[in-house]
């Protein structure tokens, strides 16, 4: 069964730093991309960017580009979502999933609520 | 503001037929594949169309969608109280040079 397992929901200040992790089974990792997609409470999804494991080549979207960081270690089928210093507005719940070459996302993680209060 | 338009909201009872639609541009719809995806409550995200009207596996065929220009449609027939969910279009976005999603439709099974 291919499948995305997120680690689990996070309680920060801000200011904060924080790494979430992804690990796919199932598949050839290297052989798709990871994206990321953000769901702010009660909000849409809305797409952060993405990884190719293979390489570790990343594009983020213009929206989230400078804070946040993608990276991935293909050794062990994960990828990661990264922030230095996180923010109120960060609070959100965060989804991985795997996308091909017609960039349909299938499956998804189970999503990992980051929370970020003073 | 979504890059794709849908209702914000849709309603049947069960065993209608029910559409929700997905506006969007030439940059968009018109020169890329639609997918669709469905969120039960408290749930991820769920692919449920791709490529504007092909099911995965284990989707029942009473979900379909179809494409026409700018637009994309989903039909759900024969609704199913379990149908109540958020439904999201997304496609690729050649000015935005990534993909987008519409700002989903909440469905509710009268």
């Known amino acids: 069964e291919v499948q995305l397992v997120q680690s689990g929901a996070e309680v920060k200040k801000p200011g904060e730093s924080l790494r979430i992790s992804c690990k796919g089974s199932g598949y050839s990792f290297t052989t798709y991309w990871i994206s990321w997609v953000r769901q702010m409470p009660g909000k849409g999804l809305e797409w952060m960017g993405r990884i190719d494991p293979s390489d570790s080549y990343t594009t983020y979207s213009p929206s989230f580009q400078g804070h946040v960081t993608f990276s991935a270690d293909k050794s062990i089928s994960t990828a990661y979502l990264q922030w230095s210093s996180l923010k109120a507005s960060d609070t959100a719940m965060y989804y991985c999933?795997?996308?091909?070459?017609?960039?349909?996302?299938?499956?998804w993680g189970q999503g990992t609520l980051v929370t970020v209060s003073s | 503001q979504s890059v794709l338009t849908q209702p914000p909201s849709a309603s049947g009872t069960p065993g209608q037929r029910v559409t929700i639609s997905c506006s969007g541009s030439?940059?968009?719809?018109?020169?890329?594949?639609v997918n669709w995806y469905q969120q039960l409550p408290g749930t991820a995200p769920k692919l449920l169309i791709y490529?504007?009207?092909q099911r995965p596996s284990g989707v029942p065929d009473r979900f379909s969608g179809s494409k026409s220009g700018t637009s994309a449609s989903l039909a759900i027939s024969g609704l199913q109280s379990e149908d109540e969910a958020d439904y999201y279009c997304?496609?690729?976005?050649?000015?935005?040079?990534?993909?987008?999603f519409g700002g989903g439709t909440k469905l509710t099974v009268l």
């Open positions: 997304a496609t690729w976005d050649d000015s935005l040079n990534g993909p987008v």
């Open positions: 999933a795997r996308g091909d070459g017609s960039n349909r996302f299938d499956p």
């Open positions: 490529s504007d009207n």
């Open positions: 030439s940059s968009n719809i018109a020169t890329n594949t």
